[in-house]
């Protein structure tokens, strides 16, 4: 059985392909780091978001609630029930 030595343009032709396809892979793999980036801060958003919901959920279930009414009524409002006083704090 006799072997064959490749030619030279058949060399060339399996470095292009090697090389053609190390810099798809590298491509590949750049693609996929910025999509995992996005995927954490979309992770990041979406929990966010669940505890924006749950405090507002909590908010609305406890609406009728007169402390917290009150509460609002104070911070929100800057209002103040009979005989309370306010001291205002400055620098």
């Known amino acids: 059985m006799k072997l064959h030595k490749a030619s030279i343009l058949t060399k060339i032709v399996v470095l292009a392909l090697l090389?053609?396809?190390a810099t798809g892979l590298l491509n590949l793999?750049?693609?996929i780091q910025t999509a995992q980036k996005d995927l954490e801060q979309a992770?990041?958003?979406v929990n966010a978001q669940i505890q924006v919901n749950a405090d507002l959920a909590d908010a609305v279930d406890n609406s009728g609630d007169p402390e917290r009414q009150a509460?609002?009524?104070r911070s929100k409002l800057g209002l103040?029930?009979?005989g309370e006083q306010v001291?205002?704090?400055t620098n």
């Open 19 to 21: 090389i053609a396809t």
């Open 29 to 31: 793999r750049s693609q």
């Open 43 to 45: 992770r990041a958003q």
């Open 71 to 73: 509460d609002i009524a």
């Open 80 to 82: 103040v029930e009979q």
């Open 87 to 89: 001291f205002y704090f």
